[in-house]
């Protein structure tokens, strides 16, 4: 059974991993809106797997003989005026998850919740890939700058994502 502060905290990141969710829905439905159709779909499957990692949470703490709380999940922003600034949020708001998580580490530590510590490092190693992958889109809509043509090619890249 978890401690009443891990549990609480956990509870916490499902929400997180949820809002998460909803901002790369959001996301999709901008992108779709302005005709960025394989963007729409980066994010949709970036949505898919944010809802996973909140079901990851969320069985964790039903295995650990603890309770699932859920919480309303707060509405995203919806427009962004360009792909640059989906994908500035879009890396800011992985470096926030990241941190979120670092501080349940640090918790479980705390804690001394040893099982609830173990089960997190797969979250902080996942971080260093989400970054890692909106740093990389970013850096190079940063590189093309006003130019429309090599944003069709990424467009194109980026709906071949499963």
Known sequence: MLGRKMEKALNGQVNAELYSAYLYLSMAANFSAQN??????????QAREETGHALKIFDFILECNSSVVLEPVIKPQTVWPTP??????TYAHEQKVTGLIHGLVDLAKAEDERSTAVFLQWFVNEQVEEEANALAILQELR????SKDPMFLLDRRLGARV
């Open 84 to 89: 640059l600034a989906a994908f500035e949020t």
């Open 143 to 146: 590189r093309m700058g006003d």
């Open 36 to 45: 960025w159709i394989g963007a729409a779909k980066w994010m949709r499957v």
